[in-house]
């Protein structure tokens, strides 16, 4: 079946405009988490959606970035005012996780690099 | 704060031989421990998830050690081949599972 869709797969914006990027989860999957990930770096967790609720928004690094979800499907990260240290691959998981958490694995995208001139 | 450490050095080993990387965790207790694997410009993908109560886990190739104690895991390849080039990215969830936090990998390279 079809994996984790993100788009676009590469996005390139001047320093101070909005962008939104998407995701398609896997259908069925219930839970969905927004990860950044820096050059030669490991995964930075943004937020965690369980259907379209977010209980989880720790990670978001400051009020430019916000995240939707419409019910257990597609959702949107958007940044606000891009600044240069945006610039990094937005990866977008699923995961047929229930609420009692059971371990299930993360199923993720190929991400969306986002560069900011 | 909650921190994963994975060897940040690329491991370089021999067709054939087992390769063998760390991954070392602070300030956390995890409920499971999964292990990814990443190739350049692709999103991780999963190989294996250990729980808290077990002690090591194998599928084909693969193997993975949990020690709750020294909170380490090791994970194991065996009779690697040069496919098996990747980064390979540890990550650790509680009970809840929300919030799963990953290392930065480790580079392995396997020459033919």
């Known amino acids: 079946g079809a994996g984790v869709s993100q788009s676009p797969s590469n996005k390139v914006t001047e320093k101070g405009k909005d962008v939104e990027l998407r995701c398609d989860p896997i259908?069925?999957?219930?839970?969905l988490y927004w990860y950044r990930q820096r050059l030669g770096q490991g995964l930075e967790f943004l937020i965690y959606?369980?259907?379209?609720?977010?209980?989880?928004k720790s990670g978001l690094p400051s009020d430019r970035f916000s995240a939707e979800r419409t019910g257990e499907s597609v959702s949107t990260l958007t940044i606000q005012r891009t600044q240069q240290e945006d610039s990094a691959v937005y990866l977008c998981?699923?995961?047929?996780?229930?609420?009692?958490?059971?371990?299930?694995?993360?199923?993720f995208g190929n991400g969306t690099r986002l560069t900011v001139t | 704060s909650q921190k994963i450490e994975q060897n940040s050095e690329a491991l370089n080993i021999q067709e054939g031989k087992t390769a063998t990387l760390t991954c070392n965790y602070t300030?956390?207790?995890?409920?499971?421990l999964q292990w990814y694997r990443q190739d350049p410009g692709r999103g991780p993908v999963f190989l294996l998830l250990?729980?808290?109560?077990?002690k090591e886990k194998r599928k084909e190739r693969l193997k993975v050690t949990f020690d709750t104690t020294l909170k380490q895991s090791l994970f194991h390849i065996t009779a690697s081949q040069p496919a098996d080039s990747a980064t390979y990215l540890c990550?650790?969830?509680?009970?809840?599972?929300?919030?799963?936090?990953f290392g930065a990998g480790t580079r392995l390279f396997v020459k033919a």
């Open positions: 998981a699923s995961s047929p996780r229930s609420v009692t958490g059971q371990g299930s694995p993360l199923h």
């Open positions: 259908s069925g999957h219930t839970a």
């Open positions: 959606f369980q259907g379209n609720s977010a209980p989880d």
């Open positions: 300030n956390y207790s995890p409920a499971y």
């Open positions: 250990i729980r808290e109560n077990e």
């Open positions: 990550a650790l969830a509680n009970t809840g599972g929300f919030k799963t936090i």
